[in-house]
T-cell receptor
Framework: GQQLNQSPQSMFIQEGEDVSMNCTSS?????WLWYKQDPGEGPVLLIA?????ELTSNGRLTAQFGITRKDSFLNISASIPSDVGIYFC??????????FGKGTRLSVIA | DTGVSQNPRHKITKRGQNVTFRCDPI?????LYWYRQTLGQGPEFLTY????????KSRLLSDRFSAERPKGSFSTLEIQRTEQGDSAMYLC?????????????FGQGTRLTVV
């Protein structure tokens, strides 16, 4: 099935560093969602974006809906060990079901 | 709000057996989705319901797969004559569409291992 292009695939960072990851699509989306998944668990919703250019924060997390409507970015500031996990972007066109990226695996070195 | 609940959490079955998974969505959510996730991949859409109507099925959903949502509440996903390639995490999500906003919330998943 169709998937979004998510990068980087994995990141190793020091505790306290900021993190940036992004997601791109060849198609225009009208909704972008960001999820975090821990091993053996389901994805947990972090941020939802509904308008081109929208910038939304959730604590140390900030996400943006790209103005081209074909991309989205997630930033994590001052990373901590519990930020470890896999981050997924997901997009939707119209009323279609969500399409997911392959994820960015984040590892934090204390 | 008790969240999306999936049962069982884990299932090990022999090839050729039938399995059934259950999903209880968040109570006021009218949409329910099934996804499948294999190692190193993001969730892949299988099918979704709006109330009791099954509105879309992915080409990933072979004839051996069937999903139901009687009365628009809980849903079941059945896999008949399981194959080793069916081994995956099966995820259920629910959402309530309003004012164009459709955040989907996931359950903890059912991990299926076919031996």
């Amino acid at each position: 099935g169709q998937q979004l292009n998510q990068s980087p695939q994995s990141m190793f960072i020091q505790e306290g560093e900021d993190v940036s990851m992004n997601c791109t699509s060849s198609s225009i989306f009208n909704t972008w969602l960001w999820y975090k998944q821990d091993p053996g668990e389901g994805p947990v919703l972090l941020i939802a974006l509904y308008k081109a250019g929208e910038l939304t924060s959730n604590g140390r997390l900030t996400a943006q809906f790209g103005i081209t409507r074909k991309d989205s970015f997630l930033n994590i500031s001052a990373s901590i060990p519990s930020d470890v996990g896999i981050y997924f972007c997901a997009g939707r066109r119209g009323n279609t079901p969500l399409v997911f990226g392959k994820g960015t695996r984040l590892s934090v070195i204390a | 709000d008790t969240g999306v609940s999936q049962n069982p959490r884990h299932k090990i079955t022999k090839r050729g057996q039938n399995v059934t998974f259950r999903c209880d969505p968040i109570s006021e959510h009218n949409r329910l989705y099934w996804y499948r996730q294999t190692l190193g991949q993001g969730p892949e859409f299988l099918t979704y319901f709006q109330n009791e109507a099954q509105l879309e099925k992915s080409r990933l959903l072979s004839d051996r797969f069937s999903a139901e949502r009687p009365k628009g509440s809980f849903s079941t996903l059945e896999i008949q004559r399981t194959e080793q390639g069916d081994s995956a995490m099966y995820l259920c999500a629910s959402s309530r569409a309003w004012a164009g906003r459709t955040e989907a919330f996931f359950g903890q998943g059912t991990r299926l291992t076919v031996v």
